[in-house]
């Protein structure tokens, strides 16, 4: 079992950045690869960035690849999402899944938390 919880959202003024934590409780998050997805109001959910158990690949999607850089610390059982340059339409609410295999799909990530809110201001 592996329990996630974000935190580190919170409004944001355009071209600012902000990092999220996602924050895992048990002991196999350092066997799990963790995927970064966001869900606008009215839109579907969708994939941002994914990083490998041991921390050394990431991959980023559109479209916020360039802007995006996602670590871990296994040893406090915490993955980091850091986002720069944000933009108003980057408004959304943010989740970190985890999985014990890569994908970019929803479908793909058993593991969830709860998400937490980022609003980007002009």
């Known amino acids: 079992q592996v329990q996630l919880v974000e935190s580190g959202g919170g409004l944001v003024q355009a071209g600012g950045s902000l990092r999220l934590s996602c924050a895992a409780s048990?002991?196999?998050?350092?066997?799990?690869?963790v995927g970064w997805f966001r869900q606008a109001p009215g839109k579907e959910r969708e994939f941002l960035a994914a990083i490998s158990v041991g921390g050394l690949s990431t991959t980023y999607a559109d479209p916020m690849k360039g802007r995006l850089t996602a670590s871990r610390d296994n040893a406090k059982n915490t993955a980091y999402l850091r986002m720069d340059s944000l933009k108003p339409d980057d408004t959304a609410v943010y989740y970190c899944a985890a999985d014990t295999s890569f994908s970019s799909s929803q479908a793909g990530y058993h593991y969830w938390g709860q998400g937490t809110q980022v609003t980007v201001s002009s």
């Open positions: 048990g002991d196999m998050f350092g066997s799990h690869y």
